[in-house]
């Protein structure tokens, strides 16, 4: 299976980032569709396997339907396969022979998702197909959303405090009182997201508070995403990612609950039934990503949020953003200077 980024030179030490559900709005990507012949047909063929008008549904909303877990999951991930449809497409045209060289090889060092982003990850690593993608995450947000009307949960995001911190003041809360929380995802330092059952949260809210966090925001959610209440999900996922053609991924995807890289079909079918219950480990991925000499993060879909984030974990880093038809200028501009 060809990946979705094969058009990009100079990519060494370059890492595409992929958003997850919360950079959803009504009206995303509408100025590069409007200019993007392949974002259109991006968002047509998205219409098509899913059957009703997510394209409509993304542009002109409401916002409380494309908000709805089992819309904003397959809009995430067709509207940043749009985006960087449209940057291949826009590099194509580019007239620098030098941008164009060594098509068949360049490629992003590595690729990553923050949770429903992951999904999209794979997609662009040309581990499943984007039709298949849309279908699997379709079923992922119904199943995401049955077990939170089963079982509702609370989520809070927790500022301030060190990720090793939240979890052990979860784990005791957990442990006083029989509920559950843990650490849904670790977004940068200082920035935790906890999830879980009512009883569990609450206690473990008030020991964050009590310990100095600076602020402790319950979010505005009825699922415990990336805690045991997704559960209950497991099985008929685990049925959905098996029933789909896979293949390695061509460019390694670091992986939300172990910061490290995929590499075959069976990590990544463990990994996409693993992160239904488990941490978005996103700090340590991004260090990871570091490490191993990535020094450009681009964040490719609706929001500049993992930029954001990437600035906090690794501030010598240089990021970028893909999203529009400007700001796709800017960055052909530098992987041109880089040719």
Known sequence: MTTEFSFLSAARGTAFLFPGQGSQQVGMLKEL??????????????????????????????EETLTDT??????????????????????????????MADLADAA?????????????????????????????????????????????????????????????????AVQRTGGIAQVANDNCPGQVVISGDRVGMEAAMAALATAGAKKVMPLAVSIAAHSPLMAQATAELREAIAAIPMHPPAVPVY????????????????????????????????????????????????????????????????????????????FLAAQQALA
């Open 108 to 172: 992003p060092n590595a690729l990553a998702g923050h949770s429903l982003g992951e999904y999209t990850a794979l997609v662009a690593a040309g581990s499943f197909s984007f039709a298949d993608g849309l279908r699997l995450v379709r079923t992922r947000g119904r199943l995401m959303k049955e077990a939170g009307a089963r079982t509702p949960g609370m989520m809070a995001a927790v500022l301030g405090l060190d990720e090793a911190q939240v979890a052990t003041l979860c784990s005791e």
């Open 255 to 330: 992986a939300n609950t172990t910061a490290a890289p995929l590499t075959s079909v069976e990590a990544v079918r463990a990994e996409l039934e693993a992160q239904l219950t488990g941490s978005v480990r996103w700090t340590q991925s991004i260090q990871a990503m570091a490490a191993a000499g990535i020094v450009r993060f681009v964040e490719v879909g609706p929001s500049e949020v993992l930029t954001g984030l990437a600035k906090r974990i690794e501030r010598s880093a240089t990021r970028a953003t893909v999203n529009a038809p400007e700001n796709m200028a800017v």
């Open 70 to 99: 089992i819309n904003a999951q397959p809009a995430l991930l067709a509207a940043s396969i749009a985006a960087l449809r449209a940057l291949a497409e826009a590099a194509a045209v580019q007239p620098n022979a030098a941008l």
């Open 33 to 62: 569709v409007a200019a993007s012949p392949a974002a259109r047909q991006t968002f047509a063929e998205a219409d098509d396997v899913l059957g009703f008008g997510l394209s409509t549904l993304c542009f002109e909303g409401p």
